[in-house]
């Protein structure tokens, strides 16, 4: 199983960008998947989760801002930035909880990172 996120960049203050992050490999169902991010000299944090029902959920920092979706079919999630401020600088990561098959056990995967860097 491999997560590979695409669409990070270089932006300034106020603009927009869209993350997305491919599930592939051997799987045979998602539950959760999220964004985390990691800014310089700083802890990982969450960002934005959206369930198998596609509830989602977001940090307290980017509510009303961003916004978390999924394609099932593609395997697919994506991150929906706006109004993008310095501070959202960071290595953005997608996770996936998901099961390879009928008989196992869901398993968090993670991608690669992409990085977003919002000037002033």
């Known amino acids: 199983v491999q997560l590979q996120a695409f669409g990070g960049g270089l932006v300034q203050a106020g603009g927009s960008l869209r993350l997305s992050c491919a599930a592939s490999?051997?799987?045979?169902?998602?539950?959760?998947m999220d964004w985390y991010r990691q800014p310089p000299g700083k802890e990982r944090e969450l960002v934005a989760t959206?369930?198998?029902?596609?509830?989602?959920n977001y940090a307290d920092s980017v509510k009303g801002r961003f916004t978390i979706s999924r394609d099932n079919a593609k395997k697919t999630v994506y991150l929906r930035m706006d109004s993008l401020k310095p501070e959202d600088t960071a290595v953005y990561y997608c996770?996936?909880?998901?099961?390879?098959?009928?008989?196992?056990?869901?398993?968090?995967?993670w991608g690669q990172g992409t990085q977003v860097t919002v000037s002033s």
């Open positions: 959206i369930t198998g029902g596609e509830s989602t």
């Open positions: 490999g051997r799987i045979f169902s998602i539950d959760d």
């Open positions: 996770t996936a909880n998901l099961r390879a098959d009928y008989y196992a056990g869901y398993v968090r995967y």
